[in-house]
């Protein structure tokens, strides 16, 4: 079964700084990859997805991801955080012919600090 | 475009009661989903609906869970009787446009603002 795993359950960084979260997923052929965003008390909203096309995925609010197979890694990046980026993020994979199922990793809570 | 409507935002219950949450997807989505997140963990699929049949439910605690979408549009999802691990936000979700031959393994999942349920 298709697994995704985000290291670090807190990122801290401070405003204008590089945002880095990390995702790996674990799936015998590429999947579809998929990072969301999280505010408090509201729902998910898709930032971007992966889907065979471009390796480098460019999404909303400046997020990107770089899909590498070889790492097996689907990490999420912003070259300058702003305090309205602080939230929970959370990667996730789905299955090439698998239907839709999302399985979501156990998310990522971003910090950003003046 | 009016989005993912669930209601209540926030329920609380004593353990063994149940309890129902709502949902209405975006207008003319084919597919909807419910999602139970746990407090520090990732939301995991309970159910997914195509039109009013269930496609998955493999992950649904059956014994006490049930979720239906008897016309097509709206859904209900029911525990009965809550338990303490029930504690949780329940997350609605829908995609896929009727009639668009979109690419379902791909189409972007809306998620409503969610249920928050507390079970003391």
């Known amino acids: 079964a298709q697994s995704v795993t985000q290291l670090g359950s807190h990122v801290s960084v401070s405003e204008g700084a590089l945002v880095l979260l990390r995702c790996n997923y674990s799936?015998?052929?590429?999947?579809?990859l998929f990072w969301y965003v999280q505010y408090p008390n509201q729902g998910l909203q898709l930032l971007l997805k992966y889907t065979s096309a471009a390796t480098l995925v460019k999404g909303i609010n400046g997020f990107e991801a770089e899909f590498k197979k070889s790492e097996t890694s689907f990490h999420l990046t912003k070259p300058s955080a702003h305090m309205s980026d602080a939230a929970e993020y959370f990667c996730?994979?789905?299955?090439?012919?698998?239907?839709?199922?999302?399985?979501f990793g156990t998310g990522t809570q971003l910090k950003v600090e003046l | 475009e009016a989005g993912v409507a669930q209601s209540p935002r926030y329920k609380i219950i004593e353990k063994r009661q149940s309890v129902a949450f709502w949902c209405n997807p975006i207008s003319g989505h084919a597919t909807l989903y419910w999602y139970q997140q746990i407090l520090g963990q990732g939301p995991k699929l309970l159910i997914q609906?195509?039109?009013?049949?269930?496609?998955?439910d493999s992950q649904l605690p059956k014994d006490r869970f049930s979720a239906e979408r008897l016309k097509g549009v709206d859904s209900t999802l029911k525990i009965q009787p809550a338990k303490l691990e029930d504690s949780a936000v329940y997350l609605c979700a829908s995609s896929t446009p009727v009639g668009t031959g979109g690419d379902p393994s791909t189409d972007t999942q809306y998620f409503g603002p969610g249920t928050r349920l507390t079970v003391l």
């Open positions: 799936s015998s052929v590429p999947p579809y």
């Open positions: 996730a994979v789905r299955m090439r012919g698998g239907g839709n199922k999302l399985t």
């Open positions: 609906f195509q039109n009013n049949g269930v496609v998955d």
